[in-house]
């Protein structure tokens, strides 16, 4: 029968119904991912200081180097983060491209030619054979397969599909999987060949409607975007608050101490110059209040890390992603691939007389010829080289496990029995070396018919049934598939098994194994904090025992549900036993969507790791959805993040990673709200005691960005500790600032507040700098103490340890970027001159500003001590 279209026909079908390519979802470009950085809350903050700097340059009031100070701080933020996104996404993109140049084998005029799978058209003949993946949705006209359909509907089993009869009514149910005549696009061909004909491409095809589902964008908040939001709105209303309370304290000290009020009534432009003064104190202490170094910070160590996550096989395709995986409470996991190793693998071989052996080497003499003929000669895969080729994943897996004991038998298949689903059993004669008939099947179907065993030294001896089902059934509570071997004497006569009785060679036992990496992970993951939840296709006492063995179940109150019975529960019912679910067995891809919205209405953060087109919409709406890196491309564009060794354990170190950038900002913040907070509070008392203030617009730029912009660096290159993971996840709705951080930032910013004011004031403190009319000396050495004592402080901010050098070794960077920093404001000292407001200062003034600077240390230790 001739099949396939002619290249006209092509073309006719190309205008009516298209190709084969998939809508490809909108790409955010460069541009685009920047202006999303600028609602960022703290970008927001920075914004509306530079506009009111803005004004003020424009009013004569400022310099224009304060005002671009604030713009390079919002400029180098939004763009760090924006390019590392951008290039992880690059990157992802290219992926992408190579997993779908897909070459098919297609009928055209008359003959077979390899297309790429964009190029396939409605009516298309494809020729379908084993390992192939399935193109586009049609049906079958000749032939026979078994296809894997679980990267679409979940179900582990593989699909028999038949030819189409030439009298079916097409019921057009597009998701109809168990149609026994439609194959799918995105499933894969496990056995068998076949011609099909294309009957949907591109979007129309159930591949494509579900990829168009995911373009709809309706991602919630991270959990840190909801904490540095809370952030920035007390920092907004604490420096506003703040600056019009200083406003008003100046003026008053204006009128109480100089009288102003007389002179403001001979002098009405007196009185707008202290107005317009009070206003530009305002603008200080917002300027002051908002951690100009905080957006740099997150986007300096987001970038950093996405960095270091590639080479643990982890890409980042969204910085959102990385830092919410920190928070994570509770994780619905894939088992196939992730848990497991993803491929079946013959874990032992027993003898008739209960005897297991590791390895078929071990098995000797007789008995070992036979089960090398058994798994060698009744097999529909073959060997070819290092490869095996055809069959079905468990023949292939018994080959690969027989591998070791190949033996060249000099006999010929003269007829064979194929396996098949309802059977459960093939069989194969063979003549020359051995005569005789290899059986092979579940043990159902083989035990009741066997009546000997074959001993170490190959007799046959008497069989034992009772022995070998004990050894059935403590195989199958570990969640082992068996595989029973027998040879007969009789030969097969046409589709019937040989009469008489058989002889048992032994048992394989089969099973995907657990990862012994996964083992560990989930173990440090729950010791994290985090709920792990065990979604999968399989039956229920199979998923008990890959789930006791990998960790998940550990006592009789952990939960084991079935697909349906989680549906017959409501969702109230759901959420209130919900921390007590671990196993989700027989799961549908709805079920995954419905946990996953649960959780989030629990106020839980979520995430969610799948590999199959079904897996997609769970994926996108969980706060993190971790894409396999052997799954669809999907799964992976609905995804934040690619484990692209499905692994686990990566996805361990994912939660790691989030947690080390957390952390990381969370020290920044203790450094520079210390710095923020002293600044407030000394600009707030100078005025009141009939002071200037002692640090200028410029000053606090410089600490702000500047000095901020290297310690970012600094506080970047955080290790990944594992200690990390034995905190608790972070609440959702917990403040950034936690009650730790706050007596840190307090002790540090009353302490730098009182050694300040010792220095301005005290006489004896003045005594130690050179005198001159202006103070210039004095406040250059007070900038200089501002400067240092920050730099000891990040010490004690970098680590709540007594050692402030605990693991430092770890971050390279900080050191030299703490000496930077030091060398920088030495020779700002010297050449700051009228802009930053340094005139030098002697050997001797030096020693004063480092021993008032270093005091923040013993004191912090203290507190630390205490607390």
Known sequence: MAYGLTTAQVEESKAKYGDNRLTEQESEGFWSKLKDNFGDPMIRILCVALVINVVLFFLGQTEWYESAGIAVAVVLATFVSTFSEYRNENAFQKLQEEASRIKCKVYRDGKIIDLPIDDIVTRDCVLLQSGDKVPADGVLLEGEVKTDQS??????????????????QDQEVQMDFLNPYKIFRGSVVCGGNAVAEVRAVGDAT??????SELQIDDDRDSPLKVKLSKLAGNISTFGYIGGATIALAFLFQRVMFHDSLTLYSANWLMAVQDVVRAVM???????????????????LVSALNMGKMLKDNVLVRKIVGIETAGSLNILFSDKTGTITKGQLEVVTFVDGNGKAYDSPSGVESELGKLLSLSIHCNMDAVVSGESIIGGNATERAVLSYGAPIAKKFNVTKVVSIPFNSENKYSAATVEGEYTLTLIKGAPEKILARCKTRY??????????????????????????????LAVSPVRINGEALPEGDWALVGILGIRDEVRSESIGAIREVQSAGVQVVMITGDRKDTAVAIAKEAGILKDDADMVLTSDELAA?????????????????????????????????????????????NDSPALKKADVGFAMGGGTEVAKEASDIVIMDNNFASIDKAILYGRTIFNSIRKFIIFQLTINVSAVLISFAAPLLG??????????????????????????????????????PKRRDESIVSGYMWSAILTGALWTFGVSMFLLLAPAAKSWFRADAENRYLLTGFFAFYILLAVFNAFNARTEKLNLFDHIGGNKGFPRVILLIVVIQVVMTYYGGAILSCYGLTMGEWLVVALCAFSIIPVDLARKKIS
């Open 569 to 613: 529960m409501s969702d109230e019912e759901v959420k209130g036993k919900l921390e007590k679910f671990r196993v989700v067995a027989r799961a549908l891809p709805s079920d995954k969507s419905r946990l996953v919205r649960l959780a989030q209405e629990l106020d839980k953060v979520a995430g969610m790791t799948g590999d199959g087109v």
């Open 691 to 728: 002071m200037e203030p002692p640090l200028t617009i410029t000053q606090i730029l410089w600490v702000n960005l500047v000095m901020d912009t290297l310690a970012a660096l600094a506080f970047g290159g955080e290790p990944a500790l594992a200690r990390f993971m034995h905190e608790k």
């Open 151 to 168: 990267a679409l509907n979940g179900e582990s089993h593989e699909a028999k599909k038949i030819p189409m009869p030439s009298d079916y």
């Open 281 to 299: 104190l305002a603008v200080i202490i917002i300027v002051m209040a908002v951690p100009e170094g905080l957006p740099l910070m997150i986007a």
């Open 206 to 211: 159930v591949y494509g409607a579900i990829a």
């Open 455 to 484: 001993d170490e030294a190959g007799r046959e001896v008497p069989l034992s049934n009772a022995v070998v089902e004990e050894k059935v059934n403590e195989l199958a509570g570990r969640a082992i598939r068996v595989l029973a």
